[in-house]
């Protein structure tokens, strides 16, 4: 009986083993890729040639990012809204920025995580990569309200700010808005977040519970995975309301692009990026999944399924990087005061 | 010639060093004291025996500073007004809370770091202790606009924060407005900045340049030290406008506690924390000077002592802690949702 018993449990990992493998080939198949293991293919696929990463612009673009003093108010840095502490977002409906403003379309903030595996950046996609993103909102009246020239000029006006612009860049470096933005760009290139997904799609049958496995199958047999897919999880541009309306249509007046499409989120960490979709009115992921369901599938994802695909989906949320804080460099008597109007 | 060289030099050495020593007993004699330089010292100096430090109090007090869903908005962190980038203060004259409201009394936010060493904090030194300071911002309607129990009732919806409350005081523990609090002035209690000045006042005469010593000098020989004293170089009860008016003493109504008295703030840091005064008018270090030799001792600061006395208050710009930001616990469907109005 004892070795019945242990053969029969053998059998039973096998199984699972199996399952697990067959699921794996299975997620492969409906474009599902995980962020490479090797350091080198990861630095391969999130490094710009045309700007390559080094320590010293990482860490420039580190403190730019978190530096508030790069908008109008100096109050609102990058951070602001897409806060590494929670999930890279800021958790509202729609963007809060300078005098209080909400975001004029009621968009919501995406998350900067693995951003940079996004083919296209804002939810209209109107940025191919992050260095095109960073300048937007640095500017935008609602959100830093920083005009480009003023950007640069505080950025001069702090001697240590030059200084490492120039160990990033060289001695000649001239430091410009587009630069300030790139280098920023640089630093978010590294928010990489590997979860236990990940370990999954790399040959771990048991990095994922029996609940999560049952959700990633139920993931790619509802056709979540054919917008959802890829190593970003989503990023790519798809059309929505493929099959219905979407019950929060009429708050903000975001239609999409031109040609009706929108950019498929990363799920990557959907947990911890709540309210979700563009105009951020569902606040449950469970409900936000059965609404895809309905929206984009035309099907009824069920409770039972929406919760096991929830689970799954909370495998998602991945390990992010050690941020030490940053010491900004003080600013002079050539700063430009922060303007609150 | 060369022999007599290296005596001469041998003695302008020994006499540097020996006006070193003579600076540093005078500094002490006016009530100037260093950082300890012993850990333990230290920890005796800056714990509260009520609420003892433990590494788990201190890194969840480190998140609850940094987490923005504190306020009513979601989007205001200790953090903001108190930037640990920016020398733990804003950058601005009057701090910006809820709904982009001012300071209504016109107030600056004074720096967290080195605050544990105030007799007493606010400007108007109303809070005896920072455990009660950090209950104030979060329930003000112009900063975080908390209520007290939404303030508790959102940590206590997040079980990954009551994990922590548990580890940190115990399985019993009852998280209220004010453990948190509490657990925050903890992590503000670590928050000390040694710097060259400490190193000099702790025997090491060649810590400071020539002309930061002689900035010390003449920050003594002036009366500035009667005020800015102590480990905290400030942070005690002070008459205000002793001599002269103040230039901008009617931009916001602040006039000290009951009997006029203001918080003197620390100079630890101060190149890293204007603009300067209660109500934050004044950028420059050295008009700072300037002004409170005028308005506090009826003296006139002669524009190189003002610079000298400048070039030794940087020396006072400590070695911030190392912090890594915090990776803080998603939010569940309990928790209440940001209220941006």
Known sequence: ?????????????????????????????????????????????????????????????????FDPRLSKSGIISCNTCHNLGLGGVDGISAAIGHKWTANP??????????????????????????????????????????????????????????NEFKKAYGENVK???????????????????????DDFLNGHPNALTKTEKEGLNLFIDKGCASCHNNIGVGGTMQPFE????????????FKGNKNGMVKTPTLRN?????????????????EAVKDMGSIQLGLKINDEEAGKIATFLKALTGKKPNITYPQLPASTSKTQKPDMN
Request: no cysteine; net charge positive; glycine share 6%.
């Open 270 to 286: 959907i947990e911890e990026t709540a309210p979700y979709f563009h105009n951020g009115m569902v606040w449950s992921l469970k």
């Open 105 to 162: 379309h009621h968009l919501n903030s995406p998350t900067v995580y693995n951003s940079v595996l996004n083919s296209a950046q804002f939810w209209d996609g109107r940025a191919a990569h992050l260095e095109d993103q960073a300048q937007g909102p640095m500017q935008a009246a609602p959100e830093m309200a920083s005009p480009a020239k003023s950007v640069a000029n505080k950025v001069k006006s702090i001697p240590k700010y030059v």
């Open 1 to 65: 009986m004892k070795k019945l018993n242990i053969v029969l449990s053998g059998l039973l990992v096998a199984s699972v083993g199996f399952a697990g493998e067959n699921l794996m080939m299975k997620a492969k198949n409906a474009g599902l890729k995980p962020i490479p293991q090797s350091k080198l293919k990861l630095l391969k696929l999130v490094d710009d040639p045309a700007n390559p990463m080094t320590d010293a612009k990482i860490e420039l673009g580190k403190k730019l990012y």
């Open 242 to 253: 493929v099959a219905n309306k979407y019950k929060f249509e009429n708050v903000g007046d």
């Open 175 to 197: 430091i410009t808005f587009k630069l300030i933005a790139d280098t920023i760009g640089v630093f978010e290139r590294t928010l990489i977040t590997p979860s236990r997904y």
